[in-house]
């Protein structure tokens, strides 16, 4: 299950970097090695556990090129390590305290919305670890609701939009032909 706060702002700032870095790549290096480069973002995303041969060979070339990226990446994924491991909220307190002073030191700029992030939320965000809950369900659901007005734009009668909400939430369950 996904943490609360960490998996889009820690991804979003390593992410930059990538785009920064081999951009950066693509105008320095010959143009032989900025194609080895090409398809870096599908592996770069990964988990290093998940990586295949391939695209463990491809992030290899690139952390030759630009070790900072390759630090975003560890840093990343030791974030993601850590909330991954069963601690109480207590436990887990300490080593986001770390990670989050390693952060600060590394002069990585790409972290600093989500330390800022973690920084304002150390009370909250340790919570996660009470019962491994996250907003994803509500994060859907405005997401759902976004889509709709979309759909729905010049509906000036609220009747309608709120049917299509509710056939959007409640109509794949209430009217789908069910087997046996």
């Given amino acids: 299950m996904s943490n609360p706060a960490s998996t889009t702002c820690r991804r979003a700032g390593a992410d930059r970097l990538r785009i920064q870095e081999l951009r950066r790549l693509k105008k320095e290096l010959p143009k032989e090695n900025s194609a080895k480069l090409k398809g870096a973002l599908w592996p770069f995303r990964k988990k290093a556990a998940d990586l295949e041969a391939e695209e463990q060979e491809v992030l290899t070339q690139l952390f030759t090129y630009t070790p900072a990226l ?10 993601t390590g850590i909330f991954a491991t069963p601690l109480s909220k207590d436990a887990a307190l300490q080593p986001l305290t770390d990670w989050q002073r390693r952060g600060q030191a590394s002069g990585l700029s790409c972290s600093d919305s989500f330390l800022h992030t973690l920084e304002k939320g150390k009370e909250e965000i340790p919570n996660y670890f009470l019962a ?14 976004k889509v709709l007005k979309r759909r729905c734009y010049g ?18 369950q209430r009217f789908a032909l069910t087997t046996g």
């Fill in 132 to 145: 491994r809950h996250n907003r994803g369900l509500v994060e859907g659901l405005n997401n759902k609701i």
């Fill in 70 to 79: 390759q630090q975003a990446y560890e840093y990343r994924e030791e974030l």
């Fill in 155 to 172: 509906i000036f009668n609220l009747s309608p939009l709120f049917q299509r909400l509710f056939l959007d939430l409640e109509g794949y």
